[in-house]
C-alpha cells in the first residue's frame, strides 16, 4: 500500500506547511498561492516517480478547467450588484478591449526580442493576457486592505470577467497556428461572429441557469449539507452544457454566479462558505497540479526573456491600456488609474491556459510553458507583495478598523427572506456604549460566560464579550443592525488629520474662512455641489483639490455628500497621487500668486 | 512654516478643570484677546461659527480650533493643555490637547501652512504621547520646539 501512503503523506506535508504559511504573512492570498505554486515545483524538480504519473497535460488541463469554472462562479457569487451596475462599463471594457489591447502592445517585444514568428508571438502573449481571478480577490479581500469602492469593484469584476477573451484569443492563436502547420489556408473570418457567438450564448445560458438553480433550490427541500453540492453539480452542468453548445463555459458560470450570489436563495451562508472553501481547493490543486509542469532544467534559458517580459507588462503594455481607456470615464483619478495599472495580477488562468498548446502537441509549447510560470512567479511577488504599499502611495486605500465587527448569519429554512445574525459584542459597539435599541432591533438571544438568556429574561445591559443573536426579517434592517451591533464601517472612519466640514458650505464661506482664492464660478455653489458636478457617481474618498487645499469625501447620506474633510496637507501623507496632482496644479497656482500680487 | 514661529513660550497653557466645549472655547477666546487686544465675544463667535460647520475636533483627544479674524495684526497661536473634555470629535473621544490658531485677513496661504503645521505635529501619536506626560509649560513647548520640523 505504500504506492499510496508516501505521495499522500509527502502531499499532506506540503499542504499543511504552505497552509500555516499564510498565519507568518498577514497578507494572506499571495504567499498561499505562491506556497502551492513552489509545492508543485518541488514535486517536479525532485522527480517524484509517483506523483510524476499525474504528468499528463490532458488530464491536468481537465482538472484545472473545472477549477477554473469554480472559481469564476465564486468571483461572481460573491461580486455585489450594486457595484456591478455603477463599474461594469469601464471594467468591462478592460476586460474585453483590455485584454486585446495588453496583447497588441505587447506582440511585439516578443516578436523582435524572442525572434519568434507573429503568430506564436501572439499566442504566447494571448495567454498572459487576462487577469488572474482568484488571486485578485484574494489580495483585495485580504485583511487590512481597505479599497476605494470604485477601484476594488472595477478590478474585481475586471478579473473575473477577462478569462473567456484570454481563453478566446488563445484558442484562435492555436487555431491559426494548427492551420499554418498544416498548410491549409489561414482563414481569419470566423474570429469575431464566432467570439459574438461564445459570449452570447455565455451570456444566455448563464442566466438561464442562474434562474434555474434559484427555482430549484428554493423549491426543492433538501438537507441544507447537500444545498452547496447541489449548486456545484448545477454549476458544473452549466458549464459543460454551454461549452458543448458553442458558448463560453467560463462566462455562463461567472453570470450565473453573479446573478446567484446576489438573489437570496435558500441557504446563501452555507452556500457562500462552501464556496470559498471550493475556491481555495480549486486553487491549491491548480497551482499544485500546473507546477508540475515546469521543466526544472529548462528555466535558466529563459529566465532572462520571463523577466523581462514580466517588466514591459507591468511597466508599459498594462498601465497604457489601461490609461487609454479609463481615459473615457472621469470619474477615475489618477491615483485610481495608477493602482489598476498595478493590479494587473496574473495567475491561475494564463497557467491553464499555457498548458494547452502542450496538449495539443505545438512546437515551443514547454518554453512557452516556462515563460509563463515565470512571469505569473513575478506577478504574484512583486506585485501581490507591493499592493498595499502602491496602494497607500496612489491614495486609493480607506482606513479600515483592526477587527471588523464579527458576525455570522444563519439561514432559517423555510423562511426566506429571514435569518439569524449572530454579532459578537466589544467594549466599543454602540449598544455596550448605551445605544438604545428599537423593539424590532431587541436580541433573540444573548450568550454571556456560555450562558444564554432568551429575549426578555431580564438582562438590561448588554456588554462586551456577549454574543448576541438578532432575528432579522428584511435585508432593509441589516444596516441598522450593523451599526447598532456592530463596529462603525470603515465607511464612517474619518481620516486622522483632515477637518471634517458640512459639504452644504458654499465656497463663499470657504473663502470667507479660509482666505482661498476660489474660481468666481463657483462662489455660490456648496463643496457638495461641485463633486456632484465632477463625479458622475461620487464615493466615500473622491478628492478634489482647490488651491492648495484638498477636499475628500467623508460620508454620503441618500446619495448627497453630506460630510468632507478639509485635507491642509496633502504633501504630508506621503502619496504619489498627491505629488503629482499638485505638480500639475503648479502652473495654476503660479499664476494665481502672480495674480494675488499683482493685486496687493 | 515652524510652529514655534508662531507659538510663544509664554502662551502655552495647562489647567486642569472640568470644563464642557463651550466653556473650553470661551477659555481660549478669553486667553486670546488678552493676548491680542481684539474682543472677546468677537473671538468666540468666530470660533463657534467655525465648529457649526464640522468639528476641529480631529480625533485621538486632538483638536485644532481655528478662525480668520478682522483686525488681527499677527497670527496668534496657543497650545492648551487641559482635563478630557467632550469636544463632538470625528472619533467621538474627548479632547485634551488643543492649538487655538487665529489668523488676520490677510494672512494668505501662511494660514493653511500654520494649520498643516500644527495638525502634522498632533497627527505624530510620539508627540501626543510625550504632550500628555508632560505638565509644565516650559518642557511642553520644549517638545514643541523639538518636533518642530518644517516641511
Not at chain 1, 449598544?431 to 429574561?457: D, F
Amino acid at each position: 500500500m505504500d504506492f499510496i501512503n508516501l505521495p499522500v503523506l509527502l502531499f499532506s506535508i506540503l499542504l499543511t506547511i504552505s497552509i500555516l504559511t499564510s498565519l507568518v504573512s498577514s497578507r494572506v492570498g499571495i504567499p498561499l498561492i505562491l506556497a502551492f505554486l513552489c509545492m508543485g515545483l518541488a514535486v517536479s524538480a525532485g522527480h517524484i516517480e509517483m506523483l510524476q504519473s499525474l504528468h499528463r497535460p490532458g488530464i491536468i488541463f481537465f482538472i484545472g478547467s473545472i477549477a477554473l469554472a469554480m472559481i469564476l462562479f465564486d468571483s461572481g457569487f460573491h461580486t455585489s450588484m450594486k457595484n456591478y451596475r455603477q463599474n461594469a462599463k469601464p471594467a468591462l471594457l478592460l476586460s474585453t478591449l483590455g485584454v486585446v489591447m495588453t496583447t497588441v502592445i505587447l506582440v511585439p517585444f516578443v516578436h523582435f526580442l524572442m525572434d519568434l514568428n507573429w503568430t506564436f508571438s501572439f499566442l504566447l502573449v494571448a495567454m498572459i493576457s487576462s487577469t488572474d481571478s482568484a488571486a485578485v480577490f484574494s489580495l483585495l479581500r485580504s485583511k487590512g486592505l481597505g479599497l476605494r469602492e470604485r477601484v476594488k469593484s472595477t478590478l474585481e469584476i475586471e478579473s473575473g470577467t477577462n478569462d473567456p477573451m484570454a481563453i478566446f484569443l488563445t484558442l484562435s492563436f492555436i487555431l491559426i497556428i494548427q492551420q499554418q502547420l498544416t498548410n491549409q489556408s489561414i482563414q481569419y473570418g470566423f474570429l469575431f461572429p464566432t467570439l459574438l457567438e461564445q459570449a452570447f450564448v455565455g451570456g444566455v445560458i448563464g442566466l438561464g441557469a442562474a434562474l434555474l438553480i434559484r427555482t430549484l433550490i428554493n423549491k426543492i427541500p433538501l438537507d441544507t449539507a447537500l444545498y452547496p453540492i447541489f449548486v456545484l453539480g448545477l454549476t458544473l452542468l452549466c458549464f459543460s452544457m454551454t461549452n458543448l453548445l458553442k458558448g463560453s463555459g467560463f462566462l455562463a458560470v461567472y453570470v450565473a454566479g453573479l446573478i446567484l450570489g446576489n438573489t437570496r436563495i435558500q441557504a446563501y451562508a452555507q452556500i457562500s462558505k462552501f464556496q470559498q472553501t471550493m475556491t481555495w481547493l480549486c486553487q491549491i490543486t491548480m497551482f499544485t497540479s500546473l507546477g508540475l509542469f515546469v521543466t526544472t532544467d529548462g528555466l535558466p534559458q529563459i529566465l532572462d526573456i520571463g523577466f523581462i517580459l514580466s517588466i514591459l507588462l507591468m511597466l508599459l503594455a498594462r498601465p497604457l491600456m489601461v490609461f487609454a481607456i479609463l481615459h473615457f470615464f472621469k470619474q477615475f483619478s489618477l491615483g485610481d488609474k495608477l493602482f489598476i495599472s498595478f493590479v494587473g495580477l496574473r495567475g491561475a488562468t494564463s497557467f491553464l491556459l499555457a498548458l494547452l498548446p502542450i496538449v495539443m502537441g505545438l512546437p515551443y509549447a514547454h518554453t512557452f510553458f516556462d515563460i509563463i510560470f515565470i512571469m505569473v512567479l513575478i506577478s504574484l511577488a512583486v506585485q501581490g507583495f507591493l499592493i498595499p504599499i502602491v496602494g497607500r502611495w496612489c491614495g486609493v486605500t480607506i482606513p479600515v478598523l483592526e477587527t471588523a465587527p464579527i458576525n455570522t448569519q444563519i439561514d432559517l429554512p423555510g423562511l426566506g427572506d429571514s435569518s439569524l445574525i449572530m454579532y459578537q459584542l466589544d467594549e466599543q459597539t454602540p449598544v455596550v456604549l448605551g445605544e438604545k435599541i428599537p423593539r424590532w432591533a431587541k436580541p433573540t438571544l444573548v450568550l454571556r460566560n456560555g450562558i444564554s438568556y432568551p429575549a426578555g429574561t431580564g438582562l438590561r445591559q448588554l456588554k462586551s464579550g456577549d454574543k448576541v443573536y438578532v432575528f432579522l426579517s428584511s435585508e432593509l434592517q441589516r444596516p441598522i443592525l450593523n451599526k447598532l451591533y456592530g463596529r462603525p464601517s470603515s465607511n464612517e472612519i474619518m481620516t486622522q488629520g483632515d477637518f471634517p466640514i458640512s459639504a452644504d458650505t458654499s465656497f463663499d464661506e470657504l473663502e470667507h474662512l479660509y482666505g482661498i482664492s476660489v474660481d468666481r464660478g463657483i462662489r455660490n455653489s456648496t463643496i457638495s455641489d461641485l463633486f456632484h458636478q465632477e463625479f458622475a457617481d461620487v464615493e466615500i474618498g473622491d478628492r478634489l483639490v482647490l488651491d492648495s487645499i484638498e477636499l475628500v469625501v467623508h460620508s454620503i447620506e441618500d446619495g448627497h455628500v453630506s460630510m468632507v474633510g478639509l485635507d491642509f496637507d496633502p504633501k504630508g501623507k506621503n502619496s504619489i497621487h498627491h505629488h503629482i496632482k499638485l505638480l500639475s496644479l503648479k502652473n495654476l497656482k503660479k499664476r494665481l500668486t502672480s495674480h494675488q500680487k499683482t493685486v496687493k | 512654516m515652524k510652529i514655534t514661529e508662531i507659538l510663544n513660550a509664554d502662551s502655552v497653557l495647562v489647567e486642569k478643570a472640568a470644563l464642557s466645549k463651550k466653556q473650553l472655547l470661551e477659555k481660549l477666546a478669553h486667553l486670546a484677546s488678552e493676548r491680542t487686544g481684539l474682543d472677546r465675544m468677537l473671538i468666540l463667535n468666530a470660533l463657534v461659527e467655525r465648529e457649526r460647520l464640522g468639528t476641529t475636533g480631529i480625533g485621538h483627544g486632538v483638536a485644532l480650533p481655528h478662525a480668520r479674524l478682522e483686525g488681527l495684526k499677527n497670527i496668534f497661536c496657543a497650545f492648551f493643555k487641559t482635563n478630557e473634555t467632550p469636544f463632538e470629535s470625528v472619533d467621538n473621544k474627548p479632547v485634551d490637547l488643543l492649538f487655538l490658531l487665529l489668523v488676520p485677513e490677510n494672512a494668505g496661504a501662511d494660514h493653511l501652512k500654520a494649520l498643516a503645521a500644527l495638525s502634522r505635529l498632533l497627527r505624530n501619536d510620539k508627540v501626543t504621547e510625550k504632550l500628555r506626560k508632560n505638565d509644565l509649560p516650559k518642557d511642553i513647548y520644549k517638545i514643541i520646539l523639538d518636533n518642530d520640523t518644517d516641511e
